[in-house]
């Protein structure tokens, strides 16, 4: 596999929207995350990438882009982003950008055009069909709930939005579309940002014609869901392809793209020497338990089915490429609260959480707060939402007999509330997010999770993640933990997560202790060195080790079928 500059950084995510405040409007922004670059650079941070911060209403935060060429004014200004390329590169962090590309807003420019006139060029930039005998085209219901199809006003016609219906498809079969997307792409690579993390993109491929094009239903609304099609549709590479070798090829960008449910085949397609992209992020522990009936009907998944799911990519991925890994995002709820039964969350075990992200082979991408272990938000009523796919799954709740109560619980567990309230940076008021009032409140427990309090707390959540991320670049073991060969160690052990990474200088074995209480293990290496851990004393008598409930252990160890110290 080839050696990239990026596979040896740490990236994390900033949701600017909730990151830091400089104007006092409750909503982050652009001078915000300038002012936060020093704590990033002492994190240890190598790569920083920002969710959208371009024009848009903000009816998906965001996600639906009025107009690509320049920052919402609610973020700051081209020249803020500028300024913020600048300084980034000053300290050593590379900043990545959202590319959503496979719908825009219905507030662009397109779009208005399109709609003023479907039969002009514009309309063919995104998916105008007739109705099937005064029903929509097909039946495929959108991600966000409800038809994937809206009626355009004074016509037959509707428009086709996999996502919110302000967010209408762009329709790649057009390859003046595609030219508008590589320009704007080259545009943005030009100023220097090092590459993007690639919205949703496995939805650009379509299904035709779509009129008529049914699946088979899988709910009482007749309505089936969306992913029938990513699963239909075949020839995305033809514009992967041609979407690199046209933009980020030539340029040496970065790229990671948000991938769900590849199939084993994809991957080298995917992030294989000659891939679409850099990398892909990992969801299975993710997708885990997921059910086609909603949120109310998921799996809760186990410290087992996490580590079985985190380890079956590292098998997959193997030496094909390099994963990025995460333990949440703007989407998911915070890991420390998913992963980790919640009567035995800590300190301790959110550290012991971070620890196995940051040492199994790939990217790791920490999510804002993440550093700090923040945790979710408690749901005392559903007028406290704003995330339209939260109220869209609390409507499937009820409408599947769960009661009030019950429904709220069920989404409060998934909500992407959960990870979007501010950043937590101080006790103050609001949590030093903002001066204003804060678009989303902050989670209540900011008086005891924040940035100042940890900074100052030797033992806390935010010094250890700073240790660990610069464990990584410590020129005896960076090698190993980079590039290490990935081996699960005694994967049978119900609540032990424990791997080998396998270097050419060094061998190293992580042991993390799942559960509450302690356990004993005999090792078959020997120990060289305790590079890590997250209790103070560790136990280690000869090949004996006694680890602490949640302990997370990193040693130098002898190769393994090896004996001897030497
Ligand atoms: C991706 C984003 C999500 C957004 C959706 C539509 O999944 O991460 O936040 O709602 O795409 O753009």
Not at 65 to 85: H, K, Q, W
Request: proline residues 5%.
């Amino acid at each position: 596999m080839k050696k990239e500059w990026w596979q040896q950084k740490v990236a994390y995510q900033i949701y600017p929207k909730s990151f830091l405040d400089t104007k006092g409007n409750g909503i982050g922004d652009l001078r915000g995350i300038i002012e936060k670059l020093d704590y990033l650079r002492e994190l240890g941070i190598g790569i920083v990438w920002i969710s959208p911060c371009y024009l848009s209403p903000l009816a998906d935060q965001g996600y639906d882009i009025a107009d690509y060429y320049r920052i919402d004014p609610r973020f700051g200004s081209n020249e803020d982003m500028d300024e913020l390329i600048r300084e980034a590169k000053k300290r050593d962090i590379a900043i990545v950008l959202d590319l959503v590309v496979n719908h825009c807003s219905d507030e662009h420019s397109w779009f208005q055009k399109a709609i003023a006139d479907p039969d002009g060029p514009y309309a063919d930039y995104f998916f105008f069909e007739e109705g099937v005998d005064g029903h929509e085209p097909n039946n495929w219901r959108s991600y966000f709930g409800g038809s994937a199809w809206e009626k355009i006003p004074g016509s037959n016609r509707y428009y086709l939005h996999l996502f919110h219906k302000k967010q209408p498809d762009l329709n790649w079969e057009n390859p003046k579309l595609r030219e508008e997307i590589y320009r704007m792409i080259n545009w943005w690579l030009d100023k220097g940002i090092a590459g993007f993390r690639i919205d949703a993109i496995l939805n650009i491929k379509k299904v035709f014609p779509l009129r008529g094009h049914d699946f088979p239903p899988d709910r009482e609304d007749g309505m089936a869901s969306c992913t029938n099609m990513i699963y239909a549709a075949k020839g995305i590479g033809d514009f992967l392809r041609e979407m690199r070798d046209r933009t980020f090829r030539p340029h040496g960008a970065f790229t990671v793209g948000e991938v769900f449910n590849e199939t084993e085949e994809q991957i080298p397609e995917f992030i294989g020497p000659d891939g679409y992209f850099s990398s892909m992020f990992d969801f299975r522990s993710n997708i885990f338990g997921r059910s086609g009936k909603g949120w109310y009907d998921c799996r809760q998944i186990t410290p087992d089915d996490y580590r079985d799911a985190c380890f079956e990519t590292q098998r997959l991925v193997g030496d094909i490429g390099f994963i990025s890994t995460i333990i949440e995002n703007h989407d998911e709820p915070r890991g420390v609260s998913r992963y980790i039964p919640p009567e035995e969350l800590s300190r301790r075990s959110k550290k012991f959480l971070g620890t196995m992200q940051l040492m199994l082979r790939g990217l790791p991408f920490l999510y804002q707060g993440q550093e700090i272990g923040m945790e979710n938000i408690k749901l005392h009523s559903i007028e406290e939402v704003d995330d339209i796919s939260t109220l869209d799954e609390y409507q499937i709740s009820l409408q599947a007999g769960l009661s009030e109560e019950e429904a709220l619980r069920s989404v409060n567990r998934f909500s992407r509330d959960n990870a979007r309230t501010p950043m937590q940076w101080s006790d103050k008021e609001n949590a030093g997010f903002t001066k204003g009032k804060p678009w989303l409140s902050p989670n209540p427990n900011y008086r005891e999770i924040n940035v100042e309090a940890e900074e100052r707390d030797p033992d806390s959540v935010l010094r250890y993640y700073r240790k660990l991320i610069a464990l990584r670049s410590d020129p005896e073991y960076k090698d190993s933990i980079v590039y290490g060969d990935f081996e699960p160690f005694m994967q049978e052990e119900s609540r032990l997560m424990a791997f080998y990474r396998r270097g050419e200088k060094n061998c190293l074995l992580v042991l993390g202790n799942f559960r509450k209480e302690e356990r004993e293990i005999e090792l078959p290496v020997d120990v060289k060195a305790v590079l890590l851990s997250n209790v103070d004393q560790s136990e280690i008598r000869g090949r004996r080790i006694r680890l602490e409930g949640y302990q997370a252990l990193i040693l130098a160890v002898s190769e393994p079928g090896k004996t001897g110290l030497s």
